[in-house]
């Protein structure tokens, strides 16, 4: 071995001794240096399987110890640069590592981030930091100490920045740098800066009566108001139909949604209920910003007169309406000391409003020959891709439908008219739909019928207002109780009970799928009711069959029995059955319809109100009647007679002095010219921010796309030139996967998922072969419109590239963004958009998936987006350089958020 190493030593110091000399140099043989090579180690001449020697270059081995040997001199961390090395420090991870510049490049494409230095110079003054001393950062964090306790942490952008936190007392605060990646938290903090913090004074209130059996009401003082004059929160006691307790604390009037409650609100250890602690008695049963509620443990009852004491403190603070940030960073505190139980006289209740409900209704006279249905949904209808079970029944029955799906797994209809990105918005602008489901999380119209009438009622406002067919017609198919339901039967009754009373209100029309469960476990039994779910909510392929028959049956009024088609994972006996339930479901519900285009009739209700906003329960007679054409019966219900037209409704009682009406539109399916493509893009406006992670596309394969989003299979060269259009991509992918990806996994477009989490979705793509026929590269598109009323002068933009298998393709891969004004010309943008993988010593995937991810974060375009412009963006996937695009590495974009900055200029 030393003979070896001294020769190994002694031609290197030849190969120096001649370098001035001789270009090329070959060491371990006689033989001429490779053309272009400047060092050529081999023993022989390439074999038949180019094979030139049987021993390597050994690196040295260095402990890299703390990732940067040259301190923090820049001229030698630059004439380091390549410099190759062995690290043996297991901390760091042992392997063959190259100096970049700044960091250390693992051979696997992994970047060891130098620790930066500590902020310094850290000063507070009330509650503004400022330090110095950190120009290799961007980002910085702030932590909040209680001796070695930490209770907070603040990231900031910037480093005089203003404290958040609500704390009162003395406390320390370190500062750390970030790497302009902001993710790196292994720099040192600062030395600890004490900081004194004060809140408002405590105000006490005096104990209050509430009335027992009256909801709260200021006004008739009933009711215990926290700092009253800013009608910022109260305490609510109420009595259920069992003469039971819940307690509320909760923002009120005009500060529902704007008043947060620091800590969850009231303890429940401050509780005392008979002298009992409301711990052993009460349970808290919701958790959120604004409310929070308990209620008796089972098996307990609270009589009333029984005193339920609370002493404690509420901190909460308030948002001024409209407002986009927390303008008071300090929460008031009260000291509550309020007994249950107090009697105050009431006004009696007096019946003083009248409401015929449906306010707004619409009756269509025919089904059009081609349907075409959005579902706004979430998993119910994503399982087993119901739309596509659905699409194939009709075919077969000799009808033209197509079914779009928009999903948001896990998410409820006021959650698809709050997202962020407005992709369910977007998609009902999108084109003119003749129908939209509206599919509502499965167990909340059984537990909050009030948010469920609210969001159905924001999503009939929009589609009316907004769709392109503004007679579309809207659909709510009724969720089903959980298979582990205590009381099923009485489950599915409350269901339905609170879907009808949605469409009575909103003149909605129902698809009665909880009565087709119900229909089945009656006639069938439990195992056949069971046979429907693939776990405690979810349909199985059955029961999505089932489903599909249901809104045959309520779209098109017909049967589905007959059908030829049925799913794979079913029988024929099944699918008849399926068929048949499905039917008579729909026979029995058809008279329960608020609206019945098919027989022309709206039924109708009055509905009367005391003063104190409440529904009245006594029964009361109206005399009915109906302008224009049609008839109404003594009891509401209205026939028309195919007139199209606008009616109006009305209803009076007399005796009460009360009168109301309501508005009938008799219409049929309007038809207009929209070009869908016109409507199908991501809003943007300056000062608000895109988000899109791509969860709500769900698992499966064959994905929909957020709206704007396009993906397209190139089979050129495009390392070099950017091809590919807009126009040319497609809304879906076409494979699925993500854990342990094959080596030979279809080229194409790919959802990817994360091994930790099912519902962490990505796009990409994998690049196979060498084929005309295979896919060399993929082109994620996203086509954005300036939505505001400001011009966007620029655009910070952070997305992360996840890898999904490594690749031996020797020249690597990368990730490169481009933009476009007509979604055909691009332009590359630039350097920062731009994430380069080295080539693995591997073609194979990872059991975690993704096997690595590199941010990139908050990078500027210097693009300008006048208000109501379009501009394009495209993320292209291929190999770095050649013309190979085997043994690929598989990249995937997920995690983009854009921010569209303000023009300034005055």
Not at 144 to 164: F, K, M, P, R
Request: contains cysteine; proline residues 4%.
């Amino acid at each position: 071995m030393k003979t070896n190493q001294f020769l190994f030593l002694a031609l290197f110091a030849g190969f120096l001794s001649v370098a001035p000399i001789a270009a090329q140099v070959t060491i371990g043989s006689g033989i001429e240096p490779a053309a272009g090579a400047l060092l050529d180690l081999k023993e022989h001449e390439a074999d038949e399987n180019g094979v030139t020697s049987t021993k390597g270059l050994l690196l040295p081995k260095v402990d890299l110890g703390t990732a940067n040997p040259f301190g923090d001199l820049e001229d030698e961390k630059l004439k380091h640069i390549g410099l190759m090395v062995y690290n043996t420090n297991t901390t760091m991870g042992v392997g063959v590592y190259v100096w970049i510049g700044q960091n250390w490049l693992h051979i696997d494409g992994t970047i060891v981030k130098t620790a930066l230095p500590a902020p310094d110079n850290v000063a507070i003054a009330e509650n503004n930091l400022t330090f110095s001393s950190v120009a290799d950062a961007n980002q910085y964090k702030v932590y909040i100490y209680n001796d070695a306790t930490e209770l907070a942490v603040q990231t900031i952008t910037s480093n005089s920045v203003t404290l958040n936190f609500a704390f009162s007392g003395t406390f320390d605060v370190k500062v750390q740098a970030l790497d302009d990646t902001g993710t790196y938290t292994d720099s040192p903090l600062s030395d600890a800066v004490p900081w004194t913090v004060s809140i408002a004074d405590q105000v006490d209130i005096p104990v209050s009566p509430y009335c027992d059996d009256n909801l709260f009401n200021p006004a008739a003082g009933n009711g215990y108001a926290v700092e009253s004059d800013e009608d910022a929160a109260y305490f609510k006691w109420e009595t259920d139909d069992q003469g039971n307790i819940v307690v509320t604390i909760s923002g009120y009037d005009t500060h529902t949604e704007t008043t947060a409650f620091r800590n969850n609100g009231i303890n429940i250890n401050n509780l005392t209920v008979g002298g009992v602690a409301g711990s052993t008695v009460l349970t808290k049963v919701t958790n959120s910003a604004t409310t929070q509620s308990f209620t008796p443990k089972a098996g307990i009852t609270i009589p009333k007169g029984t005193a339920i004491v609370y002493s404690g403190f509420i901190e909460y603070r308030v948002l001024p309406l409209g407002s986009t940030g927390e303008l008071d960073n300090l929460y008031p505190t009260a000291t509550v000391n309020y007994t249950y139980g107090a009697v105050c006289p009431v006004a009696a209740s007096e019946p003083t409003t009248l409401k015929v409900r449906p306010e707004n209704a619409m009756l269509l006279t025919a089904v059009p020959e081609e349907v075409t249905i959005l579902s706004l949904n979430n998993s119910l209808i994503d399982y087993n891709d119901q739309y596509l079970v659905f699409e194939s029944l009709a075919t077969s029955m000799g009808k033209d439908a197509d079914w779009t799906k928009c999903t948001r797994l896990g998410e409820s209809l006021r959650q698809h008219y709050e997202a962020s990105d407005g992709s369910s918005k977007t998609a009902v602008r999108s084109q003119q739909w003749t129908h939209i489901i509206l599919q509502e999380q499965s167990s909340k119209p059984r537990t909050d019928v009030e948010d469920f009438l609210a969001s159905v009622r924001l999503w009939v406002d929009y589609i009316r207002e907004n769709c392109p067919n503004p007679n579309a017609k809207i659909l709510l198919p009724v969720n089903w109780a959980y298979t582990d339901s205590e009381s099923w039967s009485d489950d599915v009754n409350v269901l339905y009970a609170n879907y009808r009373s949605v469409a009575q209100e909103l003149g909605v029309s129902l698809v009665p799928l909880a009565l087709a469960y119900d229909l089945i476990y009656t006639t069938d039994g439990e195992e056949a009711k069971n046979a429907l779910y693939s776990d405690n909510r979810h349909p199985t392929m059955l029961a999505t069959y089932l489903a599909a028959c249901a809104e045959y049956a309520a779209i098109y009024n017909e049967t589905p029995v007959g059908s030829i088609y049925k799913p794979d994972a079913i029988t024929q006996d099944q699918a008849t059955n399926m068929q048949n339930m499905a039917w008579s479901t729909w026979q029995t519900h058809k008279p329960n319809e608020t609206v019945d285009d098919f027989t022309g009739t709206v039924k109708y209700v009055g509905k009367v109100y005391d003063q104190y906003n409440n529904l009245m329960n006594e029964t009361v007679s109206f005399d009915w009647t109906v302008d224009a054409g049609g008839t109404i019966t003594t009891d509401g219900l209205f026939t028309g007679n195919a007139t199209e037209g606008a009616y109006t409704v009305n209803a009076t009682n007399s005796s009460l002095g009360l009168t109301n009406s309501a508005s009938l539109l008799v219409t049929h399916f309007e038809k207009q010219t929209v070009p869908a493509e016109d409507d199908y893009f991501a809003s943007i406006e300056a000062e608000i921010t895109y988000q899109q992670d791509f969860n709500a596309i769900g698992a499966s394969a064959t994905a929909s796309l957020p709206v704007g989003w396009k993906m397209e299979k190139i089979f050129t060269l495009t390392h070099t030139v950017f091809s590919g259009a807009y126009a040319n991509g497609v809304k879906q992918t076409e494979y699925a996967g993500g854990t342990s990806l094959a080596s030979n996994a279809t080229n194409g477009l790919w959802n990817f998922g994360a091994t930790n989490d099912a519902t962490d979705r990505a796009i990409g793509g994998v690049s196979a072969g060498t084929a005309d026929t295979q896919t060399h590269a993929v082109n994620f598109y996203l086509k954005i419109k300036n939505v505001g009323s400001t011009i966007v002068e620029n655009f910070n933009i952070s997305y992360d590239v996840e890898k999904y298998r490594k690749g031996a393709q020797v020249a690597g891969f990368r990730l490169k963004m481009y933009y476009s004004a007509d979604g055909e010309v691009w332009t590359a943008a630039g350097n920062d958009f731009e994430t380069f993988f080295a080539s693995d010593s591997e073609t194979a995937g990872c059991a975690d998936a993704p096997c690595s991810v590199v941010s990139v974060t908050n990078k500027t375009l210097n693009q300008q987006l006048m208000v109501g412009g379009i501009l394009y963006l495209a993320w292209n996937y291929s190999v770095a350089g050649g013309t190979a695009w085997n043994s690929a590495q598989v990249l995937a974009l997920d995690n983009l958020s854009i921010v569209a900055n303000e023009d300034s200029t005055p």
